[in-house]
């Protein structure tokens, strides 16, 4: 019974590896007969476990979603994945997830064995969260959009802009784009004909959703990049466009998600759409990044550069 048992836990823990095994392979790796691994196929859905099959030479098994969610069997390295991502959400950007995710952290801790409870802690005592202080978006409003972006189903709901005007928007998803910092909403605004960025924190869904819709090519054929793009021009005073004399591997690793729009140009250099609210702000940002630069656009941007240029250089002889 016990071998029995311990076999039923190797096969549940090979059927959540990957989406399907065939019946061969699975024998081959329990060390059992096909015949076995069929009892105890059977045997897990007697249990309750859904195990869809499918008969002749290219047929298996694959786990089924079910009812009920079946016990998760994670090697060492999911398991401290798993539980720095929820110490990472303490300070999420949605609403309650915070507690939500300790109760799921507390579950996890008291299971852990001792070797991975010495490097959980670790990285916890090595750890300091800065929480956020920014907007946060209730979750049943980013499944809600989550769901409808996959069903393809018009959303209808009232939205307040940044001026504080409420209006009712009806709109087809398209995705959900996170910057690091907020939720954004990717959608085509059927009123307005165009596409249009919205807060999903600013959202309030009407329920139901309107008619399925054709999905439509996204702009500029990206849609994280459009949304930075977008949001970054609402939000700086001055844009500019630099291209930093550095891989866009190593700079990707410096900026976060709203610091601009990154992108490739050539194999020792990359291009970054960056802003601020005044050109000191741009330059001083722009100047920390410690990489030489070329400032592509705008051209006051390079005259201010030119400004500075001659002050350091009479600060540095010692000049009036």
């Known amino acids: 019974m016990l071998e029995t048992s311990v076999r039923l836990l190797r096969l549940l823990a090979l059927l959540q590896a990957r989406p399907g095994w065939s019946g061969a392979d699975l024998a081959d790796r329990l060390?059992?007969?096909?015949?076995?691994?069929?009892?105890?196929?059977?045997?897990?859905?007697?249990?309750?476990?859904?195990?869809?099959?499918?008969?002749?030479?290219?047929?298996?098994?694959?786990l089924g979603a079910g009812s009920a969610l079946p016990p998760l069997l994670l090697d060492d390295e999911e398991v401290v994945a798993v539980v720095v991502s929820l110490q990472a959400a303490a300070g999420s950007t949605v609403t309650g997830i915070e507690e939500t995710s300790l109760r799921a952290l507390t579950k996890l801790q008291r299971m852990l064995?001792?070797?991975?409870?010495?490097?959980?802690?670790?990285?916890?005592?090595?750890?300091?969260?800065v929480p956020g202080h920014g907007?946060?978006?209730?979750?049943?409003?980013?499944?809600?959009?989550?769901?409808?972006?996959?069903?393809?189903?018009?959303?209808?709901?009232?939205?307040?802009?940044?001026?504080?005007?409420?209006?009712?928007?009806?709109?087809?998803?398209?995705r959900l784009v996170f910057t690091g910092r907020r939720w954004y909403l990717l959608a085509w605004?059927?009123?307005?004909g165009d596409w249009r960025t919205f807060r999903a924190d600013r959202v309030r869904?009407?329920?139901?959703?309107?008619?399925?819709?054709?999905?439509?090519?996204?702009?500029?054929?990206?849609?994280a990049a459009h949304v930075v793009r977008g949001t970054g021009s609402a939000a700086w005073r001055h844009r500019a466009v630099v291209r930093l004399h550095a891989p866009?591997?190593?700079?990707?690793?410096?900026?976060?998600?709203?610091?601009?729009?990154?992108?490739?140009?050539?194999?020792?250099?990359?291009?970054?759409?960056?802003?601020?609210?005044?050109?000191?702000?741009?330059?001083?940002?722009?100047?920390?990044?410690?990489?030489?630069?070329?400032?592509?656009?705008?051209?006051?941007?390079?005259?201010?550069?030119?400004?500075?240029?001659e002050r350091?250089?009479?600060?540095?002889?010692?000049?009036v």
């Open 31 to 62: 060390g059992v007969t096909t015949r076995t691994v069929r009892n105890d196929v059977e045997r897990l859905r007697i249990m309750g476990y859904e195990i869809d099959s499918v008969t002749g030479p290219a047929g298996g098994y694959r």
């Open 113 to 129: 064995p001792s070797r991975l409870r010495h490097r959980i802690e670790a990285v916890r005592a090595a750890t300091v969260a």
């Open 135 to 174: 907007p946060t978006v209730d979750p049943d409003t980013l499944t809600s959009i989550a769901a409808a972006v996959r069903d393809r189903e018009t959303l209808r709901f009232d939205y307040l802009d940044h001026r504080g005007d409420e209006g009712r928007r009806t709109a087809e998803p398209h």
């Open 189 to 192: 605004d059927v009123d307005r």
């Open 205 to 223: 869904l009407r329920t139901p959703n309107g008619p399925r819709f054709t999905p439509r090519e996204p702009p500029e054929g990206d849609a």
């Open 248 to 309: 866009v591997e190593v700079m990707g690793a410096r900026l976060t998600a709203a610091a601009g729009l990154l992108r490739a140009d050539g194999a020792d250099a990359c291009v970054l759409e960056t802003g601020g609210d005044s050109l000191p702000t741009l330059t001083a940002f722009i100047t920390a990044l410690d990489v030489p630069f070329t400032v592509l656009d705008p051209p006051e941007l390079r005259a201010h550069l030119c400004a500075l240029a």
């Open 312 to 319: 350091y250089r009479a600060a540095a002889a010692g000049s």
